[in-house]
Structure formats: C-alpha cells, structure tokens
C-alpha cells in the first residue's frame, strides 16, 4: 500500500510563482487535509475535504485554493507564492463518519518549500 | 476559533527520567489524537481517546483525557532514546469538521 504519497519533495519558488502540491491516497478515505509545519508553531489547518467535491478553509487559508474532484486526489494550490509560504506542508487523511475524521490520520512524507 | 495549546515546548530529559506533556483545547473535543514526529519525520499516529475521563496505556506511555474533555496528557514512564521527537496532540471540537492540532512539545532524552 502506497497510503498518502506527497509530491514533490522539495521546491524552490521565486516570488509570484504559482504552483500546485500534489496529494494522493488509495485508501480511500473520505477525508483529507493540508497542514503547513513552521519552527514553534505546530501544525496548522490549511484546508480539508470531508469528500469528492466539498472543500472548506481551515485556519491558514490565504494564499492557497484546493479542490477534490475525486476521492483519491486533493492538490493545494500556492496562486502567487510569498517568503510567508516558505514551510513544510502536509497531506493527511483519514476515516470519516458523517464527514467527520474519527480515525488515524496518515501523514504524507511532505514537501519543503522554499520561497525566495 | 479552536486553540489547542500543549506544555512544555520543549523539554530536555536525561535517559530514564519521567516525561509529561499537556494539551489544553479552549474547546470541548470530540476527541483526542496523539502523534509522534521524528526530526525530519511527518506525524505518525500514536492513539485516540474518546471517552471523558478515559486512560490508555501503550507500554511506557500513558495517555489521559479530562472529564470536561478539554484537556488531555501524555506521560512517558523511563525514557529511552528512542522516544526522542516532537509529540503532538490533536483534535476536533463537536459540530465542526476542523482536525486541530496542538503546538507540540519537543523532547530530547540525553544518554
């Protein structure tokens, strides 16, 4: 099983660079979510999915668009990347019930991005 | 909105000393997940408590959840090096769909 499978790795960005985080799962879990890691600040709520087609902002969502056409894929969009953006970013999913995660959560392996 | 804010930040232990992180949501949760992060690591689930009041045991590792649901900890008994990473506790406040995670407490454990 390949579980969540992040890409890419690493990546640098000049400001006002657009780009997309890719995310994948084939576990087939309903819900997914995008966290961004910085020094001393946790984890931090970009956007989630409860399932294919819904989408909401979590608590950092400026700056990024997501969508989930399907239950496997849910990319992040950075629309005009900012040295703010630099960050490692996480995909997670999970188990849902009623569109509310009440398993495990697995982490992919994430992606360094570098904004310069 | 929901915080989730954990103690210590960091906490530097010698091997085989006692070890407590807490985790303190201003709202009531649903429930409660713990994860571990090794350095250069993603999260890695540890385990989920539900119940108010409820206490889990994983080998050295005890983890507890208050009765008002707001609090829980992680306490880790003899410390080896192999627990060394950043813990974090996470959770989801009823009628919401926002998995929240606290701000972590890094550990090391000095040989």
């Known amino acids: 099983n390949a579980g969540v499978t992040q890409t890419p790795k690493f990546q640098v960005l000049k400001t006002g660079q657009s780009m997309t985080l890719q995310c994948a799962q084939d576990?087939?879990?309903?819900?997914m979510s995008w966290y961004r890691q910085d020094p001393g600040m946790g984890l931090r709520l970009i956007h989630y999915?409860?399932?294919?087609?819904?989408?909401d902002q979590g608590e950092v969502p400026n700056g990024y668009n997501v969508s989930r056409s399907t239950t496997e894929d849910f990319p992040l969009r950075l629309l005009s990347a900012a040295p703010s953006q630099t960050s490692v970013y996480f995909c997670?999913?999970?188990?849902?019930?009623?569109?509310?995660?009440?398993?495990?959560?697995?982490f992919g392996q994430g992606t360094r991005l570098t904004v310069v | 909105g929901q915080q989730v804010m954990q103690i210590p930040q960091y906490q530097h232990v010698q091997e085989g000393e006692d070890f407590t992180t807490y985790c303190n949501s201003s709202?009531?949760?649903?429930?409660i997940q713990w994860y571990k992060q090794r350095p250069g690591g993603h999260p890695v689930f540890l385990i989920q408590?539900?119940?108010?009041?409820e206490v889990k045991k994983q080998k050295r590792l005890t983890f507890q959840f208050g009765e008002a649901k707001k609090n829980s900890s992680l306490h880790i008994t003899a410390t080896q090096t192999t627990d060394v990473g950043t813990y974090f506790c996470a959770g989801i406040t009823s009628g919401t769909y926002k998995y929240i995670f606290g701000t972590g407490t890094r550990l090391k454990v000095l040989a």
């Open positions: 997670a999913s999970s188990k849902g019930q009623g569109g509310r995660p009440n398993t495990e959560a697995f």
């Open positions: 576990m087939n879990h309903e819900y």
């Open positions: 999915s409860v399932g294919a087609g819904i989408t």
């Open positions: 709202t009531t949760l649903s429930n």
């Open positions: 408590l539900v119940k108010s009041g």
